[in-house]
């Protein structure tokens, strides 16, 4: 929202804002609660989506922008439609944003089936890929992964790569984590995405394996931004030696 974005704004230590996701449609996300503490600065997170649509960037992203000032905006956006993310890139190509396309977001679901994630299927993140890349023009364009097998990584490091992207963001929350805990369910949905300290040293495997990929690649000059478990100086000097060149923090700013 505006007022998030105004938030961040006033804080010294950061040049750019993500605000989002957002999908095409408003959604009112799962029934809370949808965030809880499970450890020392370990989160479960399911809060699907919450977000006012594409309509609210409409009426909201001139005020967004504005309220940013000399920071970077970033709207990040994800897909629950064929369809969605080529009629959100279309609008948003006109303003000096970062548009970053959340592949990673386990928290969806329907009919209680959980949607699966795009990054974990090489066909359906390229499709993914081939609708954003087609409507982009020149915005910036940033991809948003879960932690990925080591089976996988490569490809989808490459597919990014040929098709232009500007940035990886690895990794969200660790996918398909239970809510229950000592035989009490934390949340209303039986899995959600883990987040904060626990998720640090995967995270920064993450990072490193990335990096190794994009050193190797002829010609690849995407940013690597790092986040997971970014709790402290410390750990932003660790992703930087891991090879990221910015961190983005989730739930320590909350």
């Not at 809370?32 to 977000?51: I, Q, R």
């Not at 990925?148 to 490809?155: H, I, S, V, W």
Request: net charge negative; glycine share 8%; with cysteine.
């Amino acid at each position: 929202t505006v007022e998030g974005v105004r938030r961040f704004a006033e804080l010294d230590a950061i040049s750019e804002i993500t605000a989002g996701s957002f999908t095409l449609r408003a959604r009112t996300g799962n029934k809370e609660p949808t965030f809880t503490e499970v450890g020392p600065g370990t989160y479960l997170n399911a809060s699907g989506l919450p977000n006012g649509g594409l309509v609210y960037l409409e009426e909201n992203i001139a005020a967004m922008i504005e309220t940013a000032g000399a920071k970077r905006l970033r709207i990040s956006i994800a897909p629950i439609e064929p369809g969605d993310l080529s009629v959100m890139t279309a609008f948003l190509k006109d303003y000096p944003v970062t548009l970053e396309v959340n592949t990673s977001c386990p928290n969806v679901w329907h009919a209680g089936v959980q949607k699966p994630l795009t990054c974990h299927d090489p066909d359906a993140f390229e499709r993914t890929l081939a609708e954003v890349t087609d409507a982009r023009d020149d915005l910036r364009l940033a991809m948003k992964l879960s932690p990925l097998p080591d089976t996988l990584r490569e490809k989808i490091i490459r597919l990014c790569h040929a098709y232009g992207i500007d940035e990886i963001v690895t990794m969200n929350t660790r996918p398909n984590m239970s809510t229950i805990k000592d035989g009490k369910q934390l949340l209303l949905v039986p899995v959600a995405g883990l987040s904060g300290h626990a998720i640090a040293e995967e995270a920064l495997e993450e990072i490193r394996k990335t990096r190794n990929i994009l050193d190797s690649t002829t010609g690849a000059s995407m940013r690597l931004i790092g986040c997971g478990g970014i709790d402290s100086p410390a750990m932003v000097r660790r992703m930087e030696e891991a090879g990221a060149d910015a961190v983005q923090v989730g739930s320590y700013a909350f």
